[in-house]
């Protein structure tokens, strides 16, 4: 398979970006491990030119993950569909395409194949709920094809609870109608067209996780089911006992410390004497922690400095952002 990946939304502020760290690794690295167990040899990347910057300085030409990583060149802000069609020189005959906002865990082997059957021109995954999602919802006939993808609809308007993930199986024809050097939203205007016109566009429902790390509660609950091991992501770290602790390579855990499971020490984090940590907490590379702090339900990106006896219960702190309190 291939894969196109698409960039975040600009108002997502550091959540919700391949870069977002889950559990003291970026986003793009967990998936790429998915999606190459899943049968992708190649990935196309297709956003901006920082998060482009960033994408290449972890993926490189994607030989360390055992897959071949190609950048499009000459990007601009033409909108999802406006990318993909610049991008079309690269793309195989169908392909994988993926927003960055949805965490999932899907069988994307199983979506191509289950859109290889249903012969559609696009099939998205969708996942139920009542969560928010950016890229709509959407209403499915008895047959399985999509009806209608509706952006931000009330709640009394709401077609069904089926959320469109952001993750699409697409046959190269479908591009033929996103127009050339303007602003094109898939959602907003390609899908629309395209179920108007009674092109093929399949919904299918994995029965696999998936949500929206797009919110510092969002983003908190994911590393919550995450240590519950409700979402099959890598944890970073050796496991103690199987006890739920993860303490990462060159951490340094002082004297009289309490490790409350579930919880996650980063690489080379320093804990001290006498603090409590945890339940719910992951501590970032290089973390330092003053003596006899107290840390429970909390995520603290690498590098970040806690002072001698301080409380934090409940935050949230997301990549690009100084302090995102999560409601928990």
Known sequence: MQALLLGANPAADG????????????????????G????????VVAVGRQD???????LGDGSRFGVRVVYQTGWEQFGSAGTIKLAEPLLQDRFVVLHPAAVHAFRLDQAMAYHDDRAAIVTMCLTSGRRDSPYGIVQVGSDGDVLSLVQEPSTQNAPSILLNSGVYMMSKSALSLIPVGRHVSLENETFPLLIGNGSKISGYIPDNFCTFATMPESYAQLHWDLLDRKLPLSISGTEMNEQGIWIGQGAVIGKGVLLVPPVVIGEHATIGDKSIVGPYTVIGSRCEIGREARIARTILPSRSVVGDS?????????LGTTVAEAAL
């Open 15 to 34: 959540l919700g970006a391949w870069t977002t760290p889950i559990v003291n690794l970026p986003w793009i690295e967990h998936w790429v491990t998915l």
């Open 36 to 43: 190459r167990d899943q049968g992708v040899q190649e990935i």
């Open 52 to 58: 482009q910057e960033d994408l290449a300085e972890l």
């Open 310 to 318: 301080s409380l934090l219960n409940g935050y949230a702190f997301g």
